[in-house]
């Protein structure tokens, strides 16, 4: 079949009422709606998973995981292959390596990319990759990280991305398998962060106005 470019949240989707759903207080106020909520994402992870299973069964994998954002989306996605992996012949051998990137400041992306840590990735030559990111929104972020990761001569490189986000400033770069096709709005919640707030929500929701000003540095 043709490539599977995830869910499509239409512009006009305003989300649930919070009033619906669970989230710390600590957070009232802070927030607009429950855009993705949190079952939604496991759900679809689940497919993903299946996908990724489906394509890349059999091969020895290096999952790369994008921290911080990545982390809640890589550890659900990796358990979900794991359940496919004890319950058929079907198997994906996977050993999982982080890395960590950082441009936003407040809701703006910064033109400066810093790879922290593992800068050193010759782990990965000769080796199926698979970076798993939580959102790719101009692509510069997975364009660079690309390039850097493709310096290491790795054998295939696959790229899981939870969310895209709708731009026209697109770098073009999309990742292999996406699990939400989102409206350019930022969003928070599953490891998500706005000056590292809101990574500990579940769901992926809107942030308010009031919530943009109380957490700005
Ligand atoms: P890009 O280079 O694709 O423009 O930006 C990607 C990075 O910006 C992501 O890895 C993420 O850290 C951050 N980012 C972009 N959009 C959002 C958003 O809506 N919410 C959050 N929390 N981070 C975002």
Known sequence: GGKDEGIVINDGWPGYSLD?????THYSGDLECVYIPHGVIMDRT???????????????????????????FCADLVER????????????????????????????????????GAEDL????GKNVLIVEAIVDTGKTMKTLLKHVE???????????????????????????????????????YALDYNEYFRDLNHICVISESGKLKYKV
Do not use: W
């Open 20 to 24: 619906l759903f669970n989230y710390p």
């Open 122 to 125: 010759s782990f990965l030559t």
């Open 151 to 189: 310096a290491f001569r790795p054998k295939n490189i696959k790229v899981a991305g939870l969310l895209v986000k709708r731009v026209t400033n697109s770098s073009g770069c999309l990742p292999d398998y996406v699990g939400f096709e989102i409206p350019n709005r930022f969003v928070v919640g």
């Open 81 to 116: 292959i794991k359940t496919l992996s004890r319950n058929s012949e079907h198997t994906l051998p996977m050993s999982v390596n982080f890395i960590r990137l950082k441009s936003y400041v407040n809701d703006q992306s910064t033109e400066d990319l810093h790879i922290i």
């Open 46 to 72: 689940e497919r993903l998973a299946r996908n990724i299973m489906d394509d890349l069964g059999g091969h020895d994998t290096v999952v790369l995981c994008v921290l911080k954002a990545g982390y809640q």
